[in-house]
């Protein structure tokens, strides 16, 4: 990748840079010449099609041959959807919604959209200009990069480059004369780095004539066909970038298609020069792309080929545990807890998939401990002891950031401590980690009192993340492990969430739908009482504990109340005036994604997942599916604030699929989560259901922005330099830097930078692998910028990943970020 192509990107999204006419050419480059159309335009098939269908395809075939092997039945999907699929790979399991399935694709096809932005006018990218050899090297070294991150269990950098690779494969059936040819199969030398691509035309020999009157069915030359010579069109703006009778791209932008030979080859959509060839290349392109995904799944076996598609149920769980001699009094409670959580989910669907601990005192983190096995993690829990000085306060937000940065995204992570945090200035690295890994974060935090020292700052994180944080005793530690137990159902959903501070009386109303089990309300604060209202106009009060309408257990500052499921509108009214948060959630086959995305300017184009906080006062555009139920559609959208009634609507236009795109005007002030509200036919299909989901995590607006940009690869053993930038249009004055990654790469970074209000900054970080790096190693760095005061930060997150032998670079820094993330992870 260029720099410069990332400059493309980067005054296209900027409005006011689009009357300077070469700026302007190249925005309308991006969105209208290069490639199957990204996103869904007039009928034209998409890479995101292409995609989308090729992997739903490949991923039946292999659940089919996993149940064959297991002597299951199999019954194949009605039709080829996230939802059908996920419920034909695991039947029994009725709770999965096919979230991670469809966040994995979203990951793989706007990722594969970025390519068209990062890389528009690079030729090998596209298999423009004859670059045969080169495109084919980008494919390679991309399934080698993939495959190596598969072995580290590195699915996410995986999934970033297969959306990369599978761009340039499916360029090819639209760019070169391949389907001229004749050809009704792929290339399948395109996915082998050591065979004949093909008889290539070299660049002496003329390939096409002029169209003749606008009819470009014939403009190959007859003995090109004849001797099934290989050839791909010339793309540029300079119409003088063409040798002596080369075939051209073609279409409105392609200056190489207006000087002789006139005219292009393309079959990017069905009005392209060769788009009467459209269909047949896209129909080539998916099972090209099938072919490639078969060579993964051939190296990766069946099992984690179907986790790299995130089709398959598994969960971590992670403790971050306080290890000063302070808490020797209740250790042996949390390892109890520990191992009840652990038993309890053993050898059912919910058995967590790998096992994270970090200890931590009032010094130090000790060492990341990961395995996949219970029994040994049971052992490592067992072997901690509590010892040294009785500091009072602890390293709790360093054992939580190393949690953050080497758990996979979406984590439950629980954190034991009996006191503050000594850390504080971590505060803004951890929401950050927070924001971009989707992680949720439960303190359980001992005290006798029920609002200890150092717990708001426990309650802001938790808060933020979708957490609790729980004030507990060494008698009360075991009546949480229900609430362990429950968060860390896979099939959790969010019905409502909302936060007063200052603590005021409000009333909270939600619809619980017909999909939803184990309803569940969790109120954090204290003292507080409440009320519930059930949607047939019966009420309890908190002070019955087991009533009609459900069951109350109190334990330190939290009320957990089970409700009995009652489909329609409930009512909570709360009374305290101390600080409290409330959330809802339940069990339910039916729950939503979203990423906030960039749209390159123009419609039907291709969008980029945006990274970091969305700026204060100017719009957003969500990227939004449903999944599971029984095709349901979306009817609102809306950005509320969870401290207050602020609600931005959105303006919803659908995509097909149960993909929608969301326009918002504005981000509210304050912190925020994105309400969905919907219809869906119900299980019974007797009539219309309506239903409500929240999302998870808290977002909020920066006014500042941080760019990052990797240029080129990171190989082990050799230092690595990465440029990042600091805007504001807020306050000026002296702006701190933080820099981590998930594997202490890093060697230095610029740890200020000093900004006038609406300024930008330049500082780097400087990273080096060990030479003793595997290849296909995924480095996740992250870079916080924080205003004066810490009253402001905004963050950027790179996704990197480590090559040996000039392997590819996975992210395309700007653009594939891991706001992805969010419930990708398998
Ligand atoms: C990226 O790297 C190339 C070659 O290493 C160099 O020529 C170019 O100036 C770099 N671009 C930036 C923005 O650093
Ligand atoms: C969104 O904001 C950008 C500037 O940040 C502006 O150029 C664009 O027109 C806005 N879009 C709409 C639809 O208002
Ligand atoms: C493409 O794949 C489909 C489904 O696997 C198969 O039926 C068809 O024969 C393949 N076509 C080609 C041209 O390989
Ligand atoms: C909550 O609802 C009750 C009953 O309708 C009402 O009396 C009360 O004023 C409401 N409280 C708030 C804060 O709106
Ligand atoms: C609800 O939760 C209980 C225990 O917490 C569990 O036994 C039960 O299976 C759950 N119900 C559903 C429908 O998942
Ligand atoms: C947002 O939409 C909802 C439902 O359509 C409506 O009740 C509400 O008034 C709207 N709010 C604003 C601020 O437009
Ligand atoms: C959702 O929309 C589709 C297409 O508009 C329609 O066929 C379907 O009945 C709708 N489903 C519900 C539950 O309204
Ligand atoms: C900015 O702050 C850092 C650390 O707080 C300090 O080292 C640096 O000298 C400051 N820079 C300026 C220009 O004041």
């Not at 149920?313 to 808490?327: A, E, K, N, P, Y």
Request: charged share 20%; net charge negative.
């Amino acid at each position: 990748m260029s720099w410069m192509h990332s400059q493309v990107l980067w005054f296209c999204g900027s409005a006011s840079m689009a009357s300077a006419l070469p700026v302007f050419l190249l925005c309308l480059v991006l969105t209208d010449s290069e490639a199957f159309k990204p996103l869904k335009p007039q009928n034209s098939i998409t890479h995101q099609e292409i995609t989308e269908t090729a992997v739903l395809l490949k991923t039946t075939e292999v659940c089919k041959a996993v149940a064959a092997k297991e002597r299951r039945d199999f019954v194949p999907p009605k039709q080829l959807s996230v939802t059908s699929v996920q419920q034909a790979c695991s039947p029994s399991d009725a709770g999965l919604t096919g979230a991670k399935f469809k966040a994995s694709i979203v990951a793989m096809y706007t990722s594969n959209a970025a390519v068209d932005v990062a890389y528009v006018l690079s030729d090998r990218h596209h298999f423009d200009r004859e670059s045969f050899t080169d495109g084919r090297k980008l494919i390679t070294e991309g399934m080698a990069s993939v495959k190596a991150n598969i072995q580290q269990e590195d699915f996410i950098p995986a999934r970033l480059t297969l959306g990369k690779i599978f761009h340039t494969l499916q360029d090819f059936y639209s760019h070169s004369n391949w389907i001229e040819l004749g050809n009704k199969r792929p290339n399948s030398n395109l996915i082998r780095p050591d065979l004949p691509i093909g008889n290539l035309a070299d660049i002496n020999t003329p390939t096409c004539r002029s169209c003749s009157e606008g009819n470009c069915r014939d403009n190959i030359l007859p003995e090109i066909l004849k001797e099934g010579k290989l050839t791909s069109g010339y793309f540029s703006l300079l119409s003088s970038q063409k040798p002596k009778g080369k075939c051209s791209h073609g279409g409105l932008f392609d200056q190489t298609s207006r000087t002789d030979p006139v005219g292009g080859i393309n079959k990017d959509d069905f009005e392209a020069d060769h788009g009467h060839l459209h269909r047949e290349a896209a129909n080539v392109a998916i099972n090209a792309t099938m072919e490639l995904l078969e060579d993964i799944r051939g190296a990766a076996g069946e099992n984690d080929f179907l986790r790299l598609m995130g089709i398959t149920r598994s969960s971590v769980l992670c403790f971050v545990i306080d290890t000063t001699g302070s808490t020797s009094d209740y250790i042996a409670e949390v390892k109890k807890l520990a191992s009840t959580i652990i038993d309890s989910k053993e050898g059912t669907d919910e058995e967590p998939s790998a096992y994270i601990l970090v200890p931590f005192n009032d010094q130090e983190v000790g060492e990341l401990k990961r395995t996949t096995d219970s029994n040994i993690f049971k052992v490592q829990i067992n072997i901690i002891t509590a010892d040294g000085s009785g500091d009072t306060a602890e390293m709790s937000l360093s054992g939580l950031q190393l949690a953050l940065t080497r758990a996979p995204p979406s984590s439950e992570i629980f954190v034991f401590t009996d006191a503050p945090a000594k850390d504080v200035h971590l505060r803004s690295t951890v929401i950050a980690l927070i924001e971009s890994t989707k992680s949720v974060v439960t303190f359980l935090h001992f005290s006798s009192q029920l609002s200890p020292a150092g717990n708001d700052l426990y309650q802001e994180l938790a808060e933020i993340s979708g957490g609790q944080a729980i004030v507990v005793t060494k008698a009360t530690l075991p009546q949480v492990t229900d609430i362990i137990v429950d968060s860390s159902t896979p099939d959790l959903v969010n019905i409502l969430q909302a936060v007063r501070n200052p603590g005021r009386p409000d009333n909270f109303t939600f619809t619980v739908d017909p999909s939803v089990s184990n309803l569940t309300v969790y109120l954090t604060g204290s003292p507080l009482t409440f009320s519930l209202h059930s949607p047939t106009g019966v009420s309890q009060s908190s002070a019955v504990t087991d009533g009609s309408l459900g069951s109350v257990k109190a334990v330190g500052n939290l009320n957990m109340v089970r409700l009995n499921t009652q489909t329609g509108l409930w009512e909570i009214r709360v009374t305290s005036t101390q600080p409290y948060s409330l959330k809802v959630t339940a069990q339910s086959g039916l729950d939503f994604i979203y990423n906030i995305v960039e749209m390159s300017q123009g419609s039907g184009t291709g969008f980029i997942v945006k990274e970091g906080r969305p700026r204060a006062g100017r719009n957003i555009t969500l990227l939004l599916s449903v999944v599971g139920g029984d095709s349901p559609n979306v009817t609102e959208v809306a950005l509320v604030e969870v401290s207050g009634s602020g609600v931005e609507n959105g303006t919803i236009e659908a995509l097909g699929d149960g993909d929608y795109l969301v326009f918002m005007e504005r981000v509210p002030d304050d912190e925020f989560v994105v309400l969905v509200k919907g219809a869906d036919s119900g299980s019974s299909r007797t009539s219309t259901i309506t239903f409500q989901r929240q999302s998870t995590t808290r977002l909020r607006a920066s006014s500042l922005a941080v760019t990052a940009l990797a240029n080129g690869t990171m190989e082990a053993g050799i230092p690595f330099s990465i440029p990042f930038s600091v805007t504001t249009n807020g306050m000026e004055g002296n702006y701190t830097v933080r820099a981590l990654d998930n594997r202490g790469f890093i060697s230095s970074f610029t740890t200020s930078l000093v900004l006038s209000s609406g300024g930008t900054a330049q500082g780097s970080v400087e990273l080096q692998a060990p030479d003793s790096t595997p290849s296909g190693t995924d480095v996740t760095l992250t870079v916080v910028a924080e205003a004066p005061g810490a009253a402001d930060f905004n963050y950027n997150v790179l996704q990197l990943s480590v090559s040996k032998c000039n392997a590819l670079q996975v992210s395309v820094p700007l653009l594939i970020p891991l706001a992805l993330l969010p419930a990708l992870w398998t």
